[in-house]
């Protein structure tokens, strides 16, 4: 069974341009939840999806953004990036029944420079 | 607001030392205590949930238990294949999210 795919793995952009990374669930999986890693903070929530509805968010800047679409893949968008914004992002998916276990993808590592 | 809290942030053990890991948390409706175990340069790995004070759940050589205020994840005669970060998070009732510890670090030596 297919784990939790992360594209693109590693990115590398300027301050103030904007990026948007792609995080592919489990197979039958529909929800899907976005973490921010850093060494600072540590993991930090994001934001959750679910059929296509954002049913949590976190305490991030409006400048983050997400979507899920129809076929519970997930994107996520960060638009005039700052350096604070590297790091690493992390997808996370779960069945319906069991959304208690949840499944992190391998990550997309972001350098803002 | 959820508060996790791990210690030690850093353990350095011999092959077949055992030693347990800390995490506090204060979580309003506490839905869940989860713990993960993460390698570097990969993303978290579901190790256990824990629902409910007394709790206790075993894989391998590790154990995690829960009481209402603390879990405890203990790592009995750990190889050097245990070595990871093992973060711990909790969730609250109605709420999707998960709120992370920072993690311990176990380095286990051969």
């Known amino acids: 069974k297919a784990g939790v795919t992360q594209t693109p793995r590693y990115l590398i952009k300027t301050r103030g341009q904007q990026v948007t990374l792609s995080c592919s669930p489990i197979?039958?999986?529909?929800?899907v939840s976005w973490y921010q890693q850093t060494p600072g903070q540590g993991l930090q929530f994001l934001f959750e999806?679910?059929?296509?509805?954002?049913?949590n968010k976190g305490n991030f800047p409006g400048r983050f953004s997400g979507r899920q679409f129809s076929n519970s893949r997930s994107e996520m968008n960060v638009s005039t990036l700052e350096l604070g914004d590297s790091a690493l992002y992390l997808c996370?998916?779960?069945?319906?029944?069991?959304?208690?276990?949840?499944?992190f993808g391998p990550g997309t590592r972001l350098t803002v420079l | 607001e959820d508060q996790v809290t791990q210690s030690p942030e850093a353990l350095r053990l011999q092959e077949g030392e055992s030693s347990s890991l800390n995490c506090s948390y204060t979580?309003?409706?506490?839905?869940?205590l989860f713990w993960y175990r993460q390698d570097p340069g990969k993303g978290p790995e579901f190790l256990f949930t824990?629902?409910?004070a007394g709790e206790e759940k075993e894989k391998e050589r590790l154990k995690a238990t829960l009481t209402k205020k603390e879990s405890f994840l203990h790592i009995t005669a750990p190889k050097p294949e245990d070595s990871a970060t093992y973060l711990c998070?909790?969730?609250?009732?109605?709420?999707?999210?998960?709120?992370f510890g920072a993690g311990t670090t176990v380095t286990v030596r051969a």
């Open positions: 197979s039958g999986h529909r929800s």
């Open positions: 999806y679910f059929s296509e509805t954002q049913r």
């Open positions: 998070a909790g969730g609250s009732l109605g709420d999707y999210k998960l709120s």
């Open positions: 824990l629902y409910s």
């Open positions: 979580v309003s409706g506490l839905r869940g």
């Open positions: 996370a998916s779960s069945l319906v029944w069991d959304t208690d276990t949840q499944y």
